[in-house]
């Protein structure tokens, strides 16, 4: 049986892993070595010449990484950011466009406009994430249409098939930040796009332990671009980081059940609960992407945000009252946090298209007991005093 024909969950644990040939460790090891002696000059045993363009450990979970989502090539990096700025620099040049949703990662806004512009990067937001917005957005020199499925933090839901048909028709190429579903979850190259992103540092890692990065593409001449700037700026994922993100990966599939078990439960409860306004979560039959979601992920996810009633200030007081989530940002390991977006994570797009709701609370919600989960937001949204 070959690995095209494995199931997630067998390919999470053995994609790019087999036994150490020399001892049979059935752990890749952590090859912590800068170089490679050489069998005569240039002689290189199975092209290890230099850590910084080829590792072992890293390749280990980059070959993991193509696997899990059906891709032919996976670029491993030390963060999500240091993939997406290695992504922007490998394929636009000065005067190029980018399209993208108006409520995507504050971080990576802010690449595209504190940084990227600089070197003259043009962009546009997209008021909302529909194949039709993002067809008025695209230009003459739109050369990538970026999106991320579920948003963060408002969970928004792109049709990730029909926009890249139409960003196709027009000559521009999709890339998929595929963080908050995981690959678990949504395999966007199935769905036809070019390029999926990901934090590893958040639900692939899943254990709060390890930043990390990754690119995942199918095309071969679009992967030989991003090897060379991978090796050419250096940006990549150690070899223990890269088998802490390894380590984690092998229990995606049962993570990922059961946080989407416990968001699922939470998101419902918070529906019923007077204080709430608002929830934001695809698995909602009335959230508006419910029906794209439900076509291209398997579950939901593990992310949930809400609107409350009391303004910025109750928001901020929930977030500080809760024991058993973590006030804390980052998202997608196996303990919950919680968070205010407008004054933590997404703080740096106060004030731009991408700013927040000041009543938003984001909750990454993990895989503890659900009913404690539960009791933890009842005392934390309690009476205020
Ligand atoms: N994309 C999304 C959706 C994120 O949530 C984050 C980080 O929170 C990033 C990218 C950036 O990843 P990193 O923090 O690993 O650089």
Redesign the pocket.
Known sequence: MTADHQGFATRAIHAGQAADPRTGAVVPPIYATSTYKQDGVGGLREGFEYSRTKNPTRQALEECLAALENGRHAFAFA????A?DTLLRALLAPGDHIVFPDDA?G??FRLFDKVAVKWGLEYTPTKDSHVDGVRAAIQSNTKIVWL?SPT?PLLNISDIAAISQAAHDAGAIVVV?N??ASSYLQQPLNLGADIV?H????YMGGHSDV???ALVVNDDKLAETLAFHSNSMGAISGPFDSWLTLRGIKTLAVRMERHCDNAERIAEWLTRHPRVTRVFYPGLEDHPGHEIAAKQMRRFGGMVSFQVSGGEEAAVEICDRARLFTLGE??GGVESLIEHPGRM?HASAAGSPLEVPSDLVRLSVGIEDADDLIADLTQAMGDRH
């Open positions: 963060s999500g950011l240091a997406e990662y971080g990576t991320e963060n930040d963080t908050f992103v934090s590893t540092t958040k930043v990390g990065g980052s998202l994570t």
